[in-house]
């Protein structure tokens, strides 16, 4: 034999394969949201979504899973291969025979192979996507349409081009809290104060706060927090279109995943978990404020009893418009599930200077008349 020979496929991959394979050509078949279900991208034949009949999305203990890590939950499940974007660090992974020629984040050609330095956790469970192509070219187009402070030139720019549908990395955490808290709550009363104006005696109300201490106790299960683990889209844009329909799950399945790109975590279950902590923490300080009676409240201490945190990993879909402008890098998400769309876009000095001129005129006009 000569050449170099191809590296066989593991028992799980092969498997995998033949369950995407077309019973029509054998071709690779790939998930289409419009239909629900995988398409041969050469003939067109239909076959029917992966079964889930039976799924019920898995919890993992979260402190047996920060102590070691379970092998088990390692690889993909298919033949996949990673590559890192030395621009903005996202990491893609592909089918084997998809040749990536730029990030699908950001546009960069600066492309290298990617190998794991120690396991990855795999993706349990999958949120297909259900918003089509031709939809989220159509939500685009109604977003940057409502753009007024967008300069003409990107209007007439097509945008909608360069769309593309990535699943993104998610970890989710459940936990249940029984908290106990202190506080001093304080009343607002008010007093008549009188005083001097030109030489007038006046009154006026004076507001005082008078203190008690007060407690109470909170219980909370904090169910399917979600912290994104993708460097590859900006956070603020992925915090704008959560949050993801985490009940509606699917097993993970290659088939859903099969002709899409998945970002891989950056973001390890370590980090994430002290994110989500800090989340968690900062949301039980408000419930507990909220129950404070009165007016106002200081000194609130919270004691926290958690128990039961477990966690998940997931993928979310969501369509990507990456673009640059003048000298800056821009993008618009949408939820490949609901459809909020978020973006960012560059303001033209030209219109904006127009408003201020606007603004100025106005208040010269209010103030000539009312020197009147």
Avoid at 167 to 193: K, N
């Amino acid at each position: 034999m000569t050449g170099e020979e191809a590296p066989r496929a593991s028992p799980a991959e092969a498997e995998a394969l033949a369950k995407l394979a077309c019973p029509a050509c054998g071709a690779e078949a790939n998930w289409h949201p419009g239909r629900q279900m995988l398409v041969c991208p050469f003939c067109g034949t239909e076959s029917p979504a992966p079964p889930d009949a039976d799924f019920a999305a898995k919890e993992h203990d979260l402190a047996a899973a920060l102590a070691a890590f379970d092998p088990a939950h390692a690889g993909w499940a298919a033949a996949k291969r990673q590559v890192r974007c030395q621009s903005c660090r996202a990491i893609s992974v592909l089918d084997p025979a998809r040749q990536a020629q730029n990030c699908e984040f950001c546009g960069s050609a600066q492309l290298v192979p990617y190998e794991e330095v120690k396991p990855a956790f795999r993706p349990e469970s999958v949120l297909p996507f259900v918003v089509s192509e031709p939809a989220a070219r159509d939500r685009i187009r109604q977003w940057y349409g409502k753009l007024w402070l967008a300069p003409g030139a990107l209007k007439r720019r097509a945008l909608t081009d360069t769309v593309r549908g990535v699943y993104l990395p998610y970890w989710t955490f459940d936990a249940r809290v029984e908290a106990d808290w202190t506080a001093d709550a304080g009343h607002y009363y008010y007093t008549t104060e009188s005083y001097v104006d030109n030489g007038q005696l006046r009154t006026r109300q004076v507001r005082h706060v008078r203190w008690e201490p007060a407690a109470g106790h909170v219980s909370h299960f904090f169910d399917d927090d979600l912290v994104c683990a993708s460097v590859g889209v900006h956070p603020g844009l992925v915090r704008a279109i959560e949050p993801f329909p985490t009940g509606e799950l699917k097993g993970y399945d290659p088939g859903y995943v099969a002709g899409w790109v998945v970002e891989r975590y950056q973001i390890d279950l370590k980090g994430a978990a002290g994110n989500a902590s800090a989340a968690m923490r900062a949301k039980l300080e408000a419930m507990c404020a909220r129950q404070v009676p009165g007016d106002t409240y200081r000194n609130l201490v919270v004691r926290a009893d958690w128990s039961g945190q477990t966690f998940k990993h997931m993928l979310a879909p969501v369509w990507l418009l990456s673009y640059d402008y003048g000298r800056r890098s821009f993008q618009c998400v949408i939820n490949g599930v609901t459809g909020t769309v978020a973006g960012e876009y560059p303001k033209s000095p030209w219109k904006i200077a127009l408003i201020v001129l606007g603004i100025i005129v106005l208040v010269v006009l209010f103030g000539a008349v009312s020197g009147r």
